[in-house]
Nanobody, 115 residues
Framework: QVKLVESGGASVQPGGSLRLSCAVS????????MAWYRQAPGEGRELVAR???????YSPAFLEGRFAISADRAANRLYLQMNALKPEDTAVYYC?????????WGPGTQVTVSS
């Protein structure tokens, strides 16, 4: 049974940093690429970082290299390091496979960037 539990969200000021964590169960990291997504109020869900099974990472150009994805495969944990946060980064952040393949989403973790 797939279970995804995100944590680490908080309210921070612009320019701040956060590290999000995701506890993953029921997903084999060796055969599934993993990713972080976010959904801002009134917007659709968008991918913000991807980690392939070969440990290749990707983050969209519009994030300007501010976000970094990593994993502790032994602990089945996924991380998202976010630096130089901007108000437009305010959203609920989710982890999942890429593409989302199991029809399951976690509760997400809220990140609010505001002065």
């Amino acid at each position: 049974q797939v279970k995804l539990v995100e944590s680490g969200g908080a309210s921070v000021q612009p320019g701040g940093s956060l590290r999000l964590s995701c506890a993953v169960s029921g997903v084999d990291f060796s055969v599934n690429s993993m990713a972080w997504y976010r959904q801002a109020p009134g917007e659709g869900r968008e991918l913000v970082a991807r980690l392939t099974t070969a440990d290749s990472t990707y983050s969209p150009a519009f994030l300007e290299g501010r976000f970094a994805i990593s994993a502790d495969r032994a602990a089945n944990r996924l991380y998202l390091q976010m630096n130089a946060l901007k108000p437009e980064d305010t959203a609920v952040y989710y982890c999942n496979t890429q593409p989302p393949s199991f029809g399951v989403w976690g509760p997400g973790t809220q990140v609010t960037v505001s002065s």
